[in-house]
């Protein structure tokens, strides 16, 4: 028999695979076909050779300690690659941890203009390694846990901060820690393969790595339709919505990099004129979530969680409309507790610089792994990534047994001598884009 650690074969594509055998209806992540197995297509994509043309910016190539992040310089440019891809490249603690240093050491070099970040295989990242953290804490520590969300919320902070550019290709699936990884960067490339989501609620968790920050801040609440029901968004509507800058068709990303690669300056006008050059804007699909602004925002800008329901319900019937019918079964599948502290973190993160919204997504986090206030994310994993039974028992198991004690607990300070508040890097002579996130 395998000696592997059957938790982390169950969940090897991290929270992607995860959600992706859910039972959410048509617009959810669940539609999104993947295989079971090997990823077949996620064979390293070879390295540019761009720079070969160049006398000035030679290319190398080294390896992070576990092989997990490729690391590229070609003159002023710096490209890191995830390279997990058999687990979608979600994001171990190594990698975070990899990826915070490279991050800090090019904060500190006036020779790095630009970083570029891709993925290889079919995904830019999965998401975190949900499994890994599972692991942790079945050691009987959940403080464990919440050093892996202190490491990658740190480095969130330091991207959504960062002085100089980010690029990021997202050609494939974008899900949790991937969009921290990337939607806090200055340019985020959508193609027509990507697939972007933040469907946390159905495992039990929340929307985090800052998304309260920038969910909160997309076209009225519409943030508060993704966030709450996890449901997936095509590269045109990333576009559409903001969560993308640009959309490149895949056929062009190798050019547009090759076109970067040569860059070197650090000014976001010049490198969004590069960008310009092999940018469209793509049509929205005529079923597109996004045509759907005027019904979305009169549901979701509801106070409560159950008056979104109660309107959805009410406009289903209304309308006779299948599609809202299938977000009311996709919030009711869904941890009633994580519905809930899930719509006050976007809510609250509105009012909230993108550090006030990491510190608190801490707390909120560190609650959850504790697993006084609430088990679900334990149970989420148990019959989503364990038993795969796909009927999870949540507890408390409806909304209205969720109450407001309950929830406020999720946004205080955790009750141990031992634990701190999230501590974020200082930060100065930051490019106004940046400033503006505090």
């Keep these: 028999m395998s000696s592997a650690d059957p938790l982390t074969e169950s ?3 991290g929270l992607y695979t995860a959600l992706r055998h859910t039972l959410l209806p048509i617009r959810s992540i669940s539609d999104v076909l993947i295989m079971d197995g090997d990823d077949k297509n996620s064979g390293e994509s070879e390295p540019l050779l761009c720079c070969r043309r160049s006398a000035v910016a030679k290319t190398t190539t080294t390896m992070s300690p576990t ?4 690391e590229e310089t070609c003159g002023c440019v710096r490209i890191y690659t995830l390279n997990r891809t058999k687990q979608l490249n979600a994001l171990s603690y190594d990698m975070i941890s990899r990826l915070l240093e490279l991050f800090h050491v090019c904060d500190n070099d006036p020779s790095v203009k630009l970083i570029i970040m891709k993925g ?4 830019f990242c999965a998401g975190g390694d949900v499994a890994a953290v599972v692991r942790d804490i079945s050691k009987g520590d959940w403080k464990l846990g919440a050093n892996y969300f202190q490491k990658e919320y740190t480095l969130n902070y330091l991207m959504a901060t960062y002085s100089k550019p980010q690029v990021s290709f997202l050609n494939g699936i974008v899900m949790g820690g991937g969009a921290g990884a990337s939607i806090h960067g200055r340019f985020r490339i959508a193609t027509e393969n990507s697939v972007f989501a933040m469907p946390e609620t159905a495992l039990g968790l929340f929307p985090d790595v800052g998304a309260s920050y920038y969910l909160s801040r997309l076209t009225g609440f519409f943030g508060e339709y993704v966030g709450l029901t996890g449901a997936r968004l095509d590269g045109a509507e990333m576009l559409a919505c903001g969560l993308a800058t640009h959309f490149v068709p895949s056929k062009k990303l190798s050019l547009l990099e090759e076109a970067l690669r040569k860059v070197d300056s650090a000014d ?13 804007y793509p049509s929205l699909k005529a079923n597109s979530v996004y045509n759907r602004l005027e019904i ?16 959805l319900e009410s406009k289903a019937v209304e309308h006779k409309d299948e599609w809202i019918t299938s977000i009311v079964q996709t919030l009711k599948k869904a941890s009633p507790t994580s519905l809930k502290i899930s719509l006050r973190s976007i809510r609250e993160g509105r009012l909230e610089g993108v550090g006030e919204c990491l510190v608190r997504e801490y707390r909120m986090v560190c609650c959850v792994m504790k697993g006084e206030v609430s088990r679900d994310f334990f149970e ?5 990534l364990l038993d795969k039974d796909k009927n999870p028992k949540w507890q408390p198991s409806r909304l209205e047994l969720v109450t407001d004690e309950m929830v406020d607990r999720h946004f205080s300070k955790a009750d141990d001598k031992d634990w701190e508040d999230l501590k974020l890097p200082p930060r ?11």
């Design 296 to 311: 979305i925002n009169k549901c979701f800008s509801r106070k409560t969680v159950e008056e979104i329901i109660s309107v």
């Design 428 to 438: 100065s002579n930051l490019p106004v884009h940046a400033i503006a996130k505090l």
């Design 67 to 70: 092989d997990e992040v490729l």
């Design 120 to 123: 290889n295989g079919r995904a």
């Design 380 to 384: 989420g994993c148990r019959a989503l």
């Design 268 to 280: 976001a006008t010049i490198i969004s004129s590069i960008i310009n050059q092999f940018s469209q």
């Design 11 to 13: 969940c090897k594509y």
